[in-house]
T-cell receptor
Framework: GAVVSQHPSRVICKSGTSVKIECRSL??????MFWYRQFPKQSLMLMAT?????????EQGVEKDKFLINHASLTLSTLTVTSAHPEDSSFYIC????????????FGPGTRLLVL | SQQGEEDPQALSIQEGENATMNCSYK?????LQWYRQNSGRGLVHLIL?????REKHSGRLRVTLDTSKKSSSLLITASRAADTASYFC????????????FGTGTQLKVEL
């Protein structure tokens, strides 16, 4: 149980375009989803916390208009990178916490974004 | 911001040897968790230790926590080539909330 999927797993896009990444909890209800960004050989940096039905909470330094997050249901959150630039190229990972579960986050497999 | 610093940054050992990774953090915690990440993949939760616990075991994993020193260690015994991965500690703050702050990670390579 507690499987989280991400789609797509890999995306290449042109500079200036927008890219949407989906994060789904497959077998549980996720009241909270988290979006992380990871550069090569570095740690995960939390970008934002997304609660179902409410606005996401962004970490300091993360542009909310650049990284749009929607968490419309208990099983789906989306991250849209708007007007992507090469410096947005990174590995984006989501995680989800079960309803009522406070301690364990279940991570998706990640999405590799390359902006040309 | 990075809460945890891990050392070593990279560790290379022979199969069968034990691997020890350390994590230090800066602020109070509710719990500390260890995750594993294979190259280019998502994270797998390994073990969680609460702030009132000092040691925990799970299979070949042993985790210690010293809240007075704000440090934790992960020991993998009898390592296997399949243990090759990056290992991260992550801390959860006290007072509720589910936000995790990750350490810098240790890249472990287990050679045959």
């Amino acid at each position: 149980g507690a499987v989280v999927s991400q789609h797509p797993s890999r995306v290449i896009c042109k500079s200036g375009t927008s890219v949407k990444i989906e994060c789904r909890s497959l077998d549980f209800q996720a009241t909270t989803m988290f979006w992380y960004r990871q550069f090569p050989k570095q740690s995960l940096m939390l970008m934002a916390t997304s609660n179902e039905g409410s606005k996401a909470t962004y970490e300091q330094g993360v542009e909310k208009d650049k990284f749009l997050i929607n968490h419309a249901s208990l099983t789906l959150s989306t991250l849209t990178v708007t007007s992507a630039h090469p410096e947005d190229s990174s590995f984006y990972i989501c995680s989800a916490s079960q309803r009522g579960g406070q301690e364990t986050q279940y991570f998706g497999p990640g999405t590799r974004l390359l902006v040309l | 911001s990075q809460q945890g610093e891990e050392d070593p940054q990279a560790l290379s050992i022979q199969e069968g040897e034990n691997a020890t990774m350390n994590c230090s953090y800066k602020t109070s915690i509710n719990n500390l968790q260890w995750y594993r990440q294979n190259s280019g993949r998502g994270l797998v939760h390994l073990i969680l230790i609460r702030s009132n616990e000092r040691e925990k075991h799970s299979g070949r994993l042993r985790v210690t926590l010293d809240t007075s020193k704000k440090s934790s260690s992960l020991l993998i015994t009898a390592s296997r080539a399949a243990d090759t991965a990056s290992y991260f500690c992550a801390t959860r703050p006290p007072g509720g909330g589910n936000k995790l702050t990750f350490g810098t990670g240790t890249q472990l390579k287990v050679e045959l």
